[in-house]
Each structure stands twice: as C-alpha cells, then as structure tokens.
C-alpha cells in the first residue's frame, strides 16, 4: 500500500472507482467541496475553475489541503486524458482527409497548399515518418511561407536537424530528453507557446495559455479553393495542438503535487501521461509503492519506456486479475504496441457478457482504448456500449466525455477499415454531445468534412 496520510491511503482505496481516464480518476463526490457540487459531475472546466477559487492562488499550492489537490488532480488528469483521446482520433481523420485533398490536387482538382502539408502532419503524427518526410519534401516554393518554415522545421525534427526549433524541442520532450525554453514564431499561438510554457514548469502560465487554448474555435488554417458552385474554404488544424494541451494538464497536475511526499504515486502517474517517464519512474519508485499491484501498472510502463523491458515485465508478473489487467492493457498497447494482453483480457471480460464493464470500477474505458490502439475497433465497441448503452442520454453529469470520444473513435476506425460512410455519421452523433467543451471543436469539423465529402459549395474531391 502507498504510505502517507488517511487521505492518501483513501485515494488509493477509491482509485479504481471512477475509471475514466488513462489512470482511473478518484471518485469526484468523495473528494468535491459541498461548495462544488453545483456543476456538473465531469465538467471538468468547470471544476477544476471552482477548485482553484477555492485554493485561491494559481501559483502557490502549499496552503491547499490534500482534499483540494486530490479535487484539482482529478479533473487536471481527467481533461487532460479527453485531450489525448481527442488528439488519437484527429490524427487519423487528417489523414484521411488531407489525403483526399491532396489526390484531388494531383488530378487536377481542388486541392490547395494546405493539403500536402498537413497531409504530412497527420502522418508524422501517426509515426509514419518515412511517409511524413516524403508528403514534407513535396512542399514547394509556391506554397505560403508559414507552411514552407512549419514543413521545414518538422522535417527536421524527424531525424533530430530541427536545430533550436520549438518543434525539435517537442520532439526531443517525446523521446524523454532534456528540453530548454526556446523563443516561439510570432505566429505561432496555440502549441508552442504552451509547450515552452510546460517546458519552464510556469502553471500559473501554463493554466493561463490552457484557457486560451480550450477558447480557441478557428481554423488554424484555411485553404480558399475553388470549385463547380465558386469558392470555398477547407479548415484545418494540427493535431499537435491537443496532445501539448493534453499533456500540459498532466503536467499541472503532477507540479501541484511537488513536495507531497504522500501522494508520490499520483505525481508519478501525472507525470508518466505528461511524457516525462524518467521523473515518473523517480516518483513512483519513492512512492515505496512496487509491490502494490494496481501500481506496478504504472510503475512498469516506467520502466518500459526508459529503456527497460525486462524489468518492466517482473513488475508487470505482480498485477492482479481484475480491473487492474484493463488498466494493465491500456499501459502495454501505449509503450509497446501490445495486442495480446488486450486481446485476452477482453475475452476474460466477455465471459460474463462484459457485465462487470458497467460498473465505473472496472476500467472499461481503459480496455476500449487499448482495443482502439491496437485496432480491435469491434471489441472496443461493444465495451463502449456497454460502459454507455443507447438508452443511457449522455450528458456531463452522467457520462464522461472520454467515452463519448472513445466510441466515435471506435465508429469512425470501423467505417474506414470497411468503407462505411453511415459509420462516420454515427461517429458524429456519438461527438456531438461533447463538440461544445473546450478543445473539441477542431476536431468535430474534421468529423463533419470527412463524414460528408461531396457539400453543396461545389467541393467535388
């Protein structure tokens, strides 16, 4: 068991109560101020907002009570997980749409710059970087200079010759190396910024630009092309965004726990999901927490993605049946692309007809997603209907909005991989319902272009 107070000990008690994210989220009644209970369940806007009037500082959380941290690291690690989920699905979707677009171009259709470029993005993204590289190399002198100078820059950053570029910094912060504050291009106003600001550990800037960034509903992008019924514009954003601003809110959440010995393990969980697994691995081993089972998940993804398999695997030997395997997937598919240990542990849940998935204990939207990284989009559905039937209304108050994400995903994956065009519009029913919070809307556009690819302002791709 974690050492600490009785409040760590009953954080780690409720942990797998409210599995809602990458880590399982603490159950929110057990942890929310009566003064907080007045906004919706998983608003987490909204209660992560209420939660720092109540600390009353963005800067200095040493007078903050465990029960306020534990409030402010739920809905931080819970938001910041809904942003990375969004970031998955995005990346694919510009794939395809961009690469629609980018044909087009070629045949002598309406295609515009932005196509190539983001093209690339979106395969750099996926880690296709060979793919990336040739879709970057394409760009032309003809192309305006803000995507000459991006492509040139990601280019590099590919084989580590982005130079003092934001984006090899971002690059290097992915690979878990040492990264500096770096100067961002004027135009730049969404991810770098935001990233430097990480970079410098600065919450108080960090949940500044993180505000900014959620408001944010224009195209980063817009090509203004031409077609049978006159012109019209194609928008687009890249997918890099939401994953610094998924990032930046584990980020948060592991620097508001700095200097609290007894609650180590939730800093380490924070800080493996913000892309720092060597400070995680400091953490979660000072948390004196390898023999528990439900943290040798963690703990093992640690060592897994510094460079050490084989220990990885003992710690992993020490995790128990149960929901804990599902959060045991969801670890495994994202440092290794492991397909066997989803594979089997959703053949165990589907013993019982997937019953135990119901309850918010069992980790479900864990397993969904390891289902979706390792392309069972089948299986990962039926958990998502599970976890969330169609007579069950979504709303904040009732379902989080990860799932909602998770099961367009799953929709959107199956309608591609079999051509069905209805599941894409499926995929927009099951987002709509979350388009209006902080971060969706880029991606619920990208849903409508690729759900309907022939519009009445004269698009013919």
């Not at 912060?173 to 770098?192: F, L, S």
Request: net charge positive; glycine share 8%.
């Amino acid at each position: 068991m974690i050492r600490g107070t009785s409040f760590a000990k009953s954080l780690c008690t409720a942990f797998l109560r409210c599995c809602v994210l990458g880590v399982c989220a603490i159950p929110v009644i057990a942890l929310t101020p009566t003064t907080a209970l007045s906004q919706a369940a998983f608003d987490h806007t909204a209660r992560i907002e209420a939660a720092l009037r109540q600390i009353g500082s963005e800067s200095d959380f040493s007078r903050a009570t465990d029960e306020q941290l534990g409030q402010l690291w739920v809905h931080l690690t819970s938001r910041g997980q809904f942003l990375l989920d969004l970031y998955a699905l995005d990346r694919e979707m510009l794939a395809e749409f961009a690469a629609q677009r980018d044909s087009a171009a070629k045949a002598g259709g309406s295609g515009g710059p932005g196509s190539t470029f983001f093209l690339a993005r979106a395969l750099h993204e996926l880690g296709r970087s060979r793919d990336a590289a040739t879709a970057y190399a394409r760009i032309g002198a003809k192309s305006p200079a803000l995507i000459r100078n991006d492509a040139a820059a990601w280019s590099g950053s590919l084989g580590g010759r982005g130079g003092d570029s934001w984006q090899q910094a971002l690059t290097d912060w992915r690979q878990g190396k040492a990264v500096v504050p770096r100067t961002c291009p004027a135009e730049m106003n969404v991810a770098c910024p935001l990233f430097m600001a990480i970079v410098s550990g600065d919450v108080p800037l960090m949940l500044r630009l993180q505000r900014e960034a959620l408001r944010r509903t224009e195209p980063e992008y817009a090509d203004t092309l031409i077609g049978k019924a006159g012109r019209f514009s194609v928008e687009y954003h890249d997918p890099a965004n939401l994953y610094v601003m998924g990032i930046a809110d584990f980020y948060v959440a592991a620097r508001i726990l700095q200097g609290r010995r007894t609650l180590e393990f939730y800093r380490g969980v924070a800080l493996l999901r913000a892309g720092r697994p060597k400070d995680a691995l400091q953490a979660l081993t000072s948390a004196g927490a390898a023999a528990a089972p439900l943290v040798a998940v963690f703990l093992g993804e640690a060592q897994y993605a510094t460079g050490d398999p084989g220990g990885a695997e003992q710690t992993w030997r020490r995790v128990s049946p149960g929901a804990a395997m599902n959060l045991l997937a969801d670890s495994r598919s994202a440092v290794s692309a492991d397909a066997g240990t989803s594979a089997r542990q959703f053949a165990e849940e589907n013993k019982r007809d997937l019953s135990n998935l119901r309850t918010p204990s069992a980790a479900g939207a864990n397993l969904a997603r390891a289902l979706l990284r390792v392309s069972r989009t089948d299986e990962a559905f039926s958990v998502l209907r599970v976890m969330r039937p169609l007579s069950v209304t979504p709303s904040l108050d009732r379902v989080p909005p990860l799932v909602q994400v998770l099961t367009a995903h799953a929709l959107y994956k199956t309608g591609f991989a079999r051509r069905e065009q209805s599941r894409y519009l499926d995929a927009l029913t099951e987002l709509l319902p979350v388009a209006r919070l902080g971060g969706a809307a880029g991606t619920f556009r990208l849903l409508q272009a690729v759900s309907v690819p022939k519009s009445g302002n004269g698009d013919v791709r």
